[in-house]
């Protein structure tokens, strides 16, 4: 079980996983693959040495430095390998969460509710090798903000396009709706003055009642808002607001 899935809440399951390129793990032992082919060309140019004292002073230093240079850059090597295996972005039905670290671990994510959309961006390059920096837009200044070098980063932005189509649905049909405003926009004035305030006021102008709902219907709805509150969707000052609107309704 990697890191991330130790991160899911009660209900929450995982729909897709992505890494980033192989490509990067490259880019970062440039200098271990550089340091091995120079300890490679030593150990060439050293087994071609005399065996005359000074040869042997020489080929001692060149092969001291062979064995730091290949050594060193061998755990170079292992550490950028260890980085790129566990760093990854999942999506779930709730969130997307970025893992990263070694030894020290760190996770990020952003709210399916709270991103409004995706930027991808793909050089011809990255279209020939299938990866892309993929640009998260939320509403909130925390969370992913982007993924570089993403691999296959089409079919992630889809599905996490339609995660959040699902988890939007998912609340409509728990019966979580916005709240109405808190005040209502002013009236404009009218040339008739106080004989249109006192008609305003007058019985055709009074606006009629909420209709009463159906007691089954409120009680299936408030389970629904309370699995909501339960999971994090909302919070419970929402749940209380919701739920004190759909009792003054029986």
């Known amino acids: 079980m990697s890191y991330a899935d130790g991160l899911l809440s009660t209900g929450e399951r995982i729909s897709y996983r992505n890494k980033q390129h192989p490509f990067v793990f490259i880019w970062g032992a440039r200098y271990a693959i550089l340091a091995a082919i120079i300890a490679l060309v030593l150990f060439w140019f050293r087994s071609g040495l005399g065996s005359d004292s000074a040869s042997g002073a020489v080929a001692t230093i060149l092969g001291w430095a062979t064995a730091i240079l290949f050594f060193g850059g061998l755990a170079v090597a292992v550490w950028t390998g260890l980085r790129?295996?566990?760093q990854e972005y999942v999506l779930t039905n709730r969130r997307v969460i970025q893992v990263e670290g070694v030894l020290n671990r760190n996770s990020t994510d952003s709210s399916l509710e709270k991103i409004n959309d995706a930027v991808l961006t793909q050089s011809v390059f990255?279209?020939?090798f299938?990866?892309?920096d993929l640009t998260v837009l939320t509403a909130s200044e925390a969370g992913i903000d982007k993924m570089h070098m993403l691999r296959k980063p089409i079919a992630f932005k889809k599905a996490m396009l339609d995660a959040k189509h699902e988890f939007e649905v998912d609340m409509e049909r728990s019966g979580w709706q916005p709240g109405p405003p808190i005040r209502d926009a002013?009236?404009?004035p009218t040339?008739?003055?106080t004989t249109a305030a006192i008609a305003a006021t007058g019985p055709a102008s009074t606006s009629p009642s909420a209709p009463r709902s159906d007691p089954d219907e409120v009680t299936r709805t408030l389970a629904s808002l309370a699995d909501l509150r339960d999971?994090?969707?909302i919070t419970p000052e929402e749940y209380e607001h919701k739920k004190a609107?759909?009792?003054s309704r029986l």
């Open 130 to 132: 299938d990866f892309g």
């Open 231 to 233: 999971r994090g969707a």
């Open 126 to 128: 990255g279209r020939m």
């Open 84 to 86: 790129y295996i566990n």
């Open 245 to 247: 609107d759909l009792l």
């Open 186 to 188: 002013a009236p404009a």
């Open 191 to 193: 040339p008739g003055g």
